[in-house]
């Protein structure tokens, strides 16, 4: 091959999903989303129980979840997916076998970063390449050097070459493929993905490619990258350059389309870089130890703040507040509009934490260090807080030695990266492992009344022996459906099929109607649930009994100024954490939303009269702001959205029956532009 790099593109197979996962994951950004949570579809963890772990070759970072499967990567650049469930191995591939085909040389080729998720494909960098992988199969799609296009990197007259500093007018000595800049530069800037593309910075350009092929799309030459990644908010893409040499710092705004820049803003030179993230239509970045905020449109700076310590990691955001970690033993909560403290969290020194946010509950991971057998090891901390009392949910040790890194969740499942394993912690409703747990399974709140005080948590876990999973074939059963438009009309709608056990979908199917009574085979049982959708309208779900013969929908049209009623949305009694069973209505509306860009809502949480107004407003306000933001996280963009609380205000039933309570707590979405 002459010593350049070859690229190997393979043709991506058709892969059938498996019917049962929950709704497509794409993780396109550090910590899965931009509010930088590290969990995509608010499933909060119940407990500290051990689902499973699983051991790797080393050291292991970085998991992601995405449609069932868990992604991590170890510093022997071993790259794993495994079953969510169960944790069985599903493939594993080696990137130092990968990157030798286009690096014959087998050089090191660094740590590997990130990984991330667009569809059914896998991305990952190391210093030099980028890599897209079926995520299924572990299959390489394609793989190209992570600087430039190859005519840039060998060509020895290059304008890309000619800034190497070992070049020289006519040496002909000087071989690009093994002085090349290739080796000089490397990916300092971690990758995100946004519309089909991936953006990341190197030390002397900043780079678009489309995630298809890898196919450079444009590149901006002022932007230096030593460290963090970029951030996005359409239609920007935000980035920090470094100039060591000339010791300047500046955050700039560059268009997401042409990479032109639209403007920059001087910066103090931090002491560790860190990434600007967008939230309301503002950035935010920790310098030192401060806070910085600018505008989104011009970069002029809004305030700043100062700490007291330096900021250690990047702001996450939740329930309308900042958090950080500062002095590598602090958690922050501070006012986004003006960076005003709220509250902290001291979790010792030299704790060095990380966290997940899932509505007002961080889940901390630290290491501390302990003394074994005369020797001093680390050992990781997974400890559930809920930041507006400062109350300890739940915490977990595990058992073996290991630094903790950072976790991610995924429905009602934390997993922690700690020394060489992966731990799956937090059961919910699925079989018990190590200890059982007290959840009671309702999925779509079927008792009368919602209490107003918060269940009282049970202290004391029984052990619970792990019942297997057995394989069930679905006694199915004949109906018939009907679905109309407003004005009664039989239209033609996609139909998604599904049924629960215990917090796990046990049977889903997708079917197309195009007549009334249409005959359908459902599971014969109670408590079916079926979702229709069709163009222009807004999905509905409805729950079925095993006695019902034939069933009618009835979608309303997408509007400008309709209020609709979404039924079967459920959260948690007397909390605005989402259950599981809610999220596949929320999925039909996010694909509407994004077949119909123009399309613009207010999403209304309303609450029966039971208890105090001011509580019942703020619970409605926090259910609206976990819809808006389960479906930002899932690709729509914030300023289609606006959260809206109306607590007991606007009842549409009787608040002296139950059943009219019931209606009264409902999720209605107001059409506000289209």
């Known amino acids: 091959m002459n010593g350049k790099i070859c690229f190997a593109v393979v043709l991506l197979c058709a892969v059938t999903c498996d019917s049962m996962l929950l709704a497509a994951g794409d993780w396109p950004i550090y910590k899965g989303n931009i509010y930088y949570t590290g969990n995509n579809d608010e499933i909060t963890v119940k407990n500290n129980n051990l689902k499973w772990l699983y051991q790797a070759s080393d050291m292991v970072y970085n998991p992601i979840i995405s449609d069932g499967l868990v992604f991590f990567v170890d510093l022997k650049k071993n790259v794993y997916c495994l079953d969510e469930d169960s944790g069985k191995l599903k493939w594993r591939i080696n990137l130092h076998e990968v990157s030798a085909r286009f690096f014959p040389a087998a050089r090191s080729a660094g740590k590997v970063k990130y990984p991330l998720v667009q569809g059914d494909r896998l991305f990952l960098t190391d210093n030099f390449v980028v890599y897209c992988l079926d995520k299924r199969s572990g299959r390489v799609i394609w793989a190209r050097t992570g600087m430039r296009d190859e005519k840039d990197l060998f060509d020895r007259n290059s304008e890309y070459n000619r800034k190497t500093p070992s070049w020289r007018q006519g040496a002909d000595n000087w071989d690009p493929t093994k002085h ?19 953006y990341y910075g190197t030390r002397r350009v900043f780079i678009a490619r489309e995630t298809e092929n890898g196919h450079l799309k444009w590149d901006n030459k002022s932007v230096q990258s030593y460290s963090g990644y970029p951030s996005f908010y359409d239609p920007y893409v935000f980035t920090q350059s470094m100039d060591y040499s000339s010791k300047t710092c ?77 002095g590598n033993r602090r958690l922050y909560l501070v006012d986004p509009d003006s960076g005003t403290l709220s509250g902290s969290i001291d979790l010792g020194e030299r704790s060095s934490p990380y966290f997940v946010t899932i509505r007002d509950q961080i889940y901390i991971a630290g290491t501390v260090k302990k003394r074994v057998g005369g020797r001093e090891l680390s050992y990781a901390f997974l400890r559930a807080v809920r930041f507006s009392n400062r109350e300890t949910l739940w915490e977990f040790t595990p058992p073996f030695p290991g630094g903790a890194y950072q976790p991610a969740a995924s429905g009602g499942i934390m997993f922690l990266p700690a020394g060489n394993y992966l731990y799956a912690v937090g059961t919910d409703y ?111 779900k409805e729950i079925i009994s095993r006695s019902d013969a034939e069933a009618s929908l009835k979608l309303d049209r997408i509007e400008k100024g309709k209020e609709i009623v979404v039924e079967n949305i459920h ?52 259910r609206a702001d976990a819809v808006v933001e389960y479906m930002v996280k899932h690709g729509i963009h914030p300023e289609r959205l606006v959260a809206k609380g109306f607590g007991p205000d606007r009842p549409i039933a009787d608040n002296a029956t139950a059943q009219g309570r019931r209606k009264n707590r409902r999720t209605e979405f107001y059409i506000l532009d289209k």
């Open 180 to 198: 090349s800049t290739t080796l000089v530069d490397g990916i300092y800037s971690d990758p995100v993905i946004r519309n089909d593309t991936l």
């Open 250 to 326: 500046t955050l700039m705004c560059l268009d997401a389309v042409s990479g032109r820049t639209v403007w920059t803003r001087a910066l103090p030179v931090p002491e560790r870089i860190f990434s600007p993230v967008v939230y309301r239509g503002r950035v935010y970045l920790p310098i030192g130890s401060s806070l910085y905020c600018f505008s989104l449109s011009y970069g002029s700076i809004l305030w700043t703040k100062d700490y007291g310590e330096t900021v250690t990691s990047n702001p996450s955001f939740t329930e309308r507040e900042i958090l950080f970690t500062a």
């Open 430 to 540: 699925y079989p018990r492992v190590v200890e059982g747990g007290d959840a009671v399974y309702d999925p779509y709140n079927s008792a009368e009344d919602e209490p107003r005080n918060p269940p009282e948590r049970k202290k004391d876990i029984t052990p619970e022996k792990k019942k297997e999973d057995a394989p069930e074939r679905k006694t199915m059963r004949k109906m018939k459906i009907t679905v109309n438009g407003e004005e009664g009309t039989p239209i033609a709608a996609r139909l998604e099929i599904r049924k629960w056990d215990e917090g796990k979908p046990v049977y889903s199917d997708r079917i197309t109607v195009t007549r009334p009574d249409q005959e359908i085979s459902v599971p014969d049982e109670d408590d079916v649930e079926i979702t229709a959708d069709a163009d222009g309208y807004l999905p509905r």
């Open 571 to 622: 959260f948690e009694i007397n909390e605005a954490y989402l259950k599981k069973e809610s999220l596949n209505i929320l999925d039909r509306i996010i694909e509407a939303m994004k077949k119909n860009e123009k399309v613009k809502m207010e999403v209304r949480g309303h609450t029966d009269s039971t208890g105090t107004r001011a509580y019942n407003m703020k619970l409605s306000e926090r």
